[in-house]
Structure formats: C-alpha cells, structure tokens
C-alpha cells in the first residue's frame, strides 16, 4: 500500500492530526515522547465523482481510493545522536513512499514548544537536518559494505558510486529529493531525504484565514507543496455531520477539510491518479500511477485483467454524466474500445474486456 510517514518535533499537534486522520482516540498529550509506536491510519481520498456514478448505475455502495499514514514519534534535535528518543524509529519512516512534515504554526502558551518558540523556518531546519543526518549514518554503513562487495567483484561499482555522490550531497547540505542525482542504484536504502515531501502547517484560525501568511508558509517549502489546517479543528470536524461540517469550515474561510487537502496532495505528491469503474454492486476508484497503460491499470483489479487483457472500454467521466447512461454514451459515440497501448486518463469510466 501507498503510505506517508509523518515526522515532526514533539508538541506540534501530530497526534492530534492523526487522531483527525484515523477517528482513533491514539494518545495526545501535552508533552514530548508521547507518542512511541508508530500507527498506521488509512484515509479516504474523497471523490465526489462516486457518488454520481452510484446514482447512475445504482450501486449498493462506494470504494474511494485510499492513503495510508504512518504516526511517526517526534524528531527532537539531535534525534540521530540519540536525544530523545533516538531515531530507531525513524526506520519506520523508511517504508513510506512520502514523508508529511507536520510544522507548529499555532501559538499557545499552554503547549510547551521543545525549541521555546514557535518558528517554522527553525522547526523545519531541525527536522531537515535530522533527516540529513539519519541518512548521512545509513550511507556509511552502507558505503562501507558496498565497498567489501565491489573489491570482491559482487557488486556493480555504479552502486557505490551513487552512494558516495549522495553522501557528497548531504554534506553540502542539501535534501536528495532536490538533488539531479540517480538514486536508482541506491533505492534499497530508503534514504528519507530521497522522499518527496509533503508539509502541513498546523496553524489557527487567524493564519487560516491569513492568504498572505499562508503563501510567505507556502513560499518556504516550494516546490513541495503546502497544507494548512487546525488539527485541533480537523479533529472536531470527525464528529459533526456534513452539514454541520460544513458549516465550521466556512467559518475558518475553508471550502474543504484539510484531512481531505491532505488526501488530495499526498496522492498529488506520489504521482498517482485513479480510474473508475461502476455496477450495481459498487462505484469505486482505483490508484494507479500518471502515465500507466490500459493493461497495467487492469491488473490494479486483478493479475488475470492484466495478462488476459483485450481492450478497455472508456468513457470519461464527463461524457458519461453528459448522456446519462452507458448504453447513451455508447450510441452518442462517447465510449471508446482502447487497446494495450492507451494511456490512463484521471476519471476514466472502465470496463475492461479480457481472456481469462
Ligand atoms: P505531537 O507531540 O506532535 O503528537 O502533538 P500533540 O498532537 O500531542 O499536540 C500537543 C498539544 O498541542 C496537545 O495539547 C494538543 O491539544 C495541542 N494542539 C495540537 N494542535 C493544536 C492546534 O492546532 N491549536 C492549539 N491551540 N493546540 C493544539
């Protein structure tokens, strides 16, 4: 499965976010190290889209598509020299495909800051270099072995290679994921500076409704991409009905939760979009990656779809609401018979045609 990790110092309102995320009551106290195990939260990507295509088709229920996030513990400064927690647990964070970095942006005298004042820039420093430095430790480690291997003619030296430029890169400072350099040799490192990420500023209601403070947030972490939410809000949001819902968004000058921002962006950030299929039983979204060809989307749904695939039948989601049924988009020459070599469009309406 697709996962996020989220990292963050302590005190920033991570439990709280994923609390929000998982409709879980995990542990959020008012202080640091309090949350050690490291939890996994699905959510769903919201897509108002299923909902139209259960009323054509009738279907008995919906599958949105899903993220799932990992709660990592908080990253202290000097977490990779052992401070705090230490970061063993940053190895849970190497599985995921992204990480979110949760930053304070709330002021409250009530919640201790770890660093003693809330400054962004400074709280992103500090997990930056944590991060860095975490990975600088997995690259000696692995340089080390991979230059036994390369003497012993077991390993291609283009690994190794590639293990010292991105420690070169480190050492000047820099994240990988900014870097040009091919990481692809190295990829078995899960090197967390590789990752894209994502960054969720956890703020109040004034910053919420502050577009100029929000784009100076956004213009920090650009071209990574920027949530901006009030965990404590998100977390009250989980136990209104929509309606309700709705109501206290549009009173934090939000059209939208930010859990649902973050769904959004996370799948944004991983390069993944979804195709759709409908019937009587379920309207559901499946992922699959920008670019995928018809036959490697079918085997999303299953192996056979893939290697038995004939054609697809593909009607936009556009089309199919404008004619209202398939049998109208059909006779209005709106569904198309694809072939191996078509390439996935977001929405696209499926049904695969395959030998089994
Ligand atoms: P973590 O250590 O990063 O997991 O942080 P927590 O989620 O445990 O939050 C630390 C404290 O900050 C808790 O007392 C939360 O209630 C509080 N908190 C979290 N988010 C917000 C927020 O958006 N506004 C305010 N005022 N307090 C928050």
């Given at each position: 499965a697709l996962t996020i990790g989220i990292v963050g110092?302590?005190?920033?309102?991570k439990s709280t976010l994923f609390n929000a995320l998982t409709k879980n009551q995990v542990l959020a106290a008012?202080?640091?190290?309090?949350?050690i195990e490291p939890n996994v939260g699905v959510v769903n990507l919201p897509d108002p889209r299923l909902q139209v295509l259960a009323g054509i088709f009738s279907s008995e229920r919906i599958l949105p598509a899903a993220v799932s996030f990992v709660d990592i513990a908080g990253i202290v400064r000097g977490a990779s020299e052992g401070?705090?927690?230490?970061?063993?647990?940053l190895a849970n964070i190497r599985e995921a495909d992204a990480i979110a970095q949760v930053v304070r942006g709330f002021a409250d005298d009530d919640v201790v800051h770890v660093e003693g004042a809330v400054n962004p820039q400074n709280d992103m420093e500090t997990i930056n270099a944590e991060l860095q430095l975490a990975d600088l430790q997995t690259l000696e480690k692995a340089i080390t072995r991979y230059e036994k291997e390369v003497r012993g003619k077991k390993l291609d030296p283009a690994v190794l290679e590639a293990a010292k430029a991105a420690q070169d890169a480190l050492q000047r400072g820099e994240l990988l994921s900014g870097?040009?350099?091919?990481?692809a040799p190295i990829?078995?490192?899960?090197?967390?500076?590789a990752k894209p990420f994502i960054f969720v500023f956890n703020v109040d209601e004034a910053v919420l409704t502050d577009d100029a403070r929000k784009a100076e947030l956004a213009a920090l972490v650009a071209p990574a991409q920027a949530v901006f939410l009030d965990a404590k809000i998100e977390s009250e949001l989980i136990d209104l009905d929509p309606e309700e819902a709705a109501e206290l968004l549009a009173s934090t000058g939000?059209?939208?939760?930010g859990l649902d921002q973050l769904a959004r962006i996370g799948f944004d950030t991983l390069g993944l979009q979804t195709y759709l299929t409908a019937g009587p039983k379920e309207a559901r979204a499946w992922t699959i990656g920008k670019g995928w060809k018809a036959p490697q989307a079918a085997g999303v749904i299953h192996t056979d779809f893939e290697k038995g695939f004939i054609k697809a039948e593909v009607i936009s989601f556009d089309d199919l609401v404008a004619t209202g049924s398939v049998a109208e988009a059909r006779s209005k020459g709106k569904a198309r018979l694809e072939g191996k070599d078509y390439v996935m469009q977001d929405g696209d309406v499926v049904e695969f045609r395959f030998n089994v």
């Open positions: 110092l302590p005190n920033v309102g008012n202080y640091p190290f309090a949350t401070e705090g927690l230490g970061n063993q647990f870097s040009a350099l091919d990481l990829a078995e490192l899960g090197l967390l500076t939000q059209d939208e939760s």
